[in-house]
């Protein structure tokens, strides 16, 4: 076993265990309305995955995850996504959503069925790759949170993409960044990394999601060692009582779940399934080393709009040629007629 991992599998055996009675943690930060932090605007970013200071441990190394499946064909229903995205999710009892973050994410599910929406072939890509993964769907929720799903957004502190990964992270998590490319903004890339360390973190906190989370926003030392100073245990654990833990990171759950329900109760409104159900491109990703002429070049060639495809993809943005294992994400439909010197590679 290597260190990083007999590190990690140490950390987990002390968070298993339950502490001594009457163990606490330090004073949690000054929260507001239901216990979050100030609330955010609408897609400010919160940075995730940073270890616990003074943690001696390497992050633990991302689990293994299945390529992609996605359906096949070149276009999916908004329907299907949304149907997918129900069928996958962990949590649907909503008695206990948050009215706060019920009221401040209450655009979303209108923001999916725009007929002019760019996130919801997007949140379709994500949505496919966790479920291919084996992974709850309340992980695609994160992107709204992080980013408004924007692959492009930079953050004030340093995090970029709609993952939001610091620099730090992403390198910990195998982003390249180096040489005018950042891995952050590709979405492939990031959304790769981020369903691997989402595997992981779903494996080390006993298939709960609201722990996986929490330690996608505030780092899995954190987390850890919250679980052993409150006494808790993993497969039994309590998220809203790890006071120990930010206002901020404790908030993650509840506005990932107040998320879930809007889309949720969103199925049971007639105009806005009927709003939803239109083909929508299915997004595959495409190594396009062999187009010399990058972006601009493929979408001349397949009838795209060269805008929106900078846009889909900004690690790219120049326009120029990709380097070689560099992928992009493009329609299905264009993608197939791309000559084999562009590899598909989901």
């Known amino acids: 076993m290597s260190a990083r991992l007999a590190a990690a599998a140490l950390a987990f055996l002390l968070a298993s265990a339950p502490a001594p009675a009457g163990a606490a943690g330090p004073v949690p930060d000054a929260v507001a309305d239901d216990g979050a932090a100030a609330q955010d605007a609408p897609g400010a970013a919160v940075v995730p995955a940073q270890e616990a200071p003074g943690a001696d441990a390497a992050p633990a190394r991302d689990a293994a995850v299945p390529s992609v499946a996605v359906p096949s064909g070149s276009d999916a229903s908004g329907t299907a996504i949304y149907a997918r995205f129900v069928d996958g999710l962990a949590q649907r009892e909503c008695g206990d959503a948050s009215p706060r973050w019920r009221a401040h994410y209450a655009h979303v599910p209108g923001q999916l069925a725009a007929a002019d929406s760019e996130v919801l072939p997007l949140f379709g890509y994500v949505v496919d790759a966790l479920r291919a993964a084996h992974l709850p769907t309340e992980y695609a929720l994160i992107p709204f949170v992080e980013s408004g799903y924007r692959p492009g957004a930079r953050g004030s502190s340093g995090p970029a993409g709609m993952w939001q ?37 779903h494996g080390m906190f006993a298939g709960d999601w609201r722990l996986a989370v929490m330690a996608f926003n505030a780092g899995e030392y954190r987390v850890l060692g919250a679980l052993r100073r409150h006494g808790q245990r993993a497969a039994a654990a309590n998220p809203e009582g790890l006071h120990s833990l930010s206002g901020i990171t ?41 187009e010399p002429s990058g972006l601009d070049g493929y979408a001349e060639r397949n009838g795209l709009d060269p805008v929106w495809l900078r846009r889909l993809n900004p690690a790219h943005a120049g326009g120029a040629g990709s380097a070689p294992g560099r992928k992009v994400l493009v329609p299905a439909g264009a993608a197939a007629a791309t000559p084999p010197a562009a590899r598909m590679a989901n």
């Open 250 to 290: 404790r908030a993650y759950v509840r506005k990932l779940h107040a998320l879930s329900c809007l889309m949720v109760e969103a199925g049971a409104d007639e105009e806005w399934m009927a709003a939803l159900d239109r083909p929508v491109s299915r997004l595959v990703a495409l190594d396009l080393a062999g």
């Open 165 to 201: 990964f610091v620099a730090v992270t992403a390198r910990n998590h195998d982003i390249p960044i180096r040489g005018g490319y950042d891995g952050r903004l590709s979405p492939v890339d990031a959304t790769r990394a981020a369903v691997r360390y989402l595997k992981t973190l």
